[in-house]
């Protein structure tokens, strides 16, 4: 199945809470406050792997949630950090949020943004100390991350476009290469928008190949379906 449109609701990690803690050692009166800070929460991060041409994975989890902080501890124990989370998508991948706010144009292989924050850690009862507070009693709790609903929509980027004449054979190719099922006729001009299919190679690799509405003589001054299939190819296939 070939999924280019997806909602999803990411999070980031909740930070871990400080703790009020105080020094208890023998020989030792009125040790002071040793609460450490909990840790940051981990952060979403969706990034383009080459290896990725849909978001049929990402369509079985649509819950995405970072790690949480740990919990500061005695004897000034700063809590864990939260593991970030990196989401792999396809290069292409258009990121948006509710507001229809672009977040990302994720085109190069490798490239990544951050879509939801970790929140930050609370502070212990360590920091709170003051000439007037000498047994700090209170630590701050960690923060909440950042939560938000992103749509994920998918810039077809073809690899390969095959351009010729009408009623050549193109679309018949790409119903043979690919599990794509466009409309073949011995009529000229039966495609009339691109039509998108992926060639699998082996069991993770494959690309997208791009069977485009027949070309004739004169398409740039109007002719036939005239140049928008090679505009077409100019702005989504990497190669041709
Ligand atoms: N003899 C022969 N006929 C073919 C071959 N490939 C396709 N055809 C036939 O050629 C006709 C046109 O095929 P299509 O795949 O629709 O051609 P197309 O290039 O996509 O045509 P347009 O979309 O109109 O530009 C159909 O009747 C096919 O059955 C082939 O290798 N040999
Ligand atoms: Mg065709």
Redesign the pocket.
Known sequence: MFIDELELFVQGGRGGNGTVSFRKEKYVSKGGPDGGDGGNGGSVYFWADPSKHSFLDLSYRRNIKAYDGAHGRGKNQHGANGTDLFIPVPPGTIIRDSDDYLLADLTSPGQKVLVAKGGKGGKGNTRFPCSRRRVPRLAENGLPGEEKKVYLKLKLMAQVGLV?L???????LLSRITAEKPK????????LVPNLGMVKVGDEGGFIFA?L??LIKGAHRGTGLRDKNLLFCCKYTTTL
């Open positions: 010729g009408p009623n050549a054979g193109k679309s018949t073949v006729e011995s009529y000229p001009f039966t495609t069977d509405p027949g």
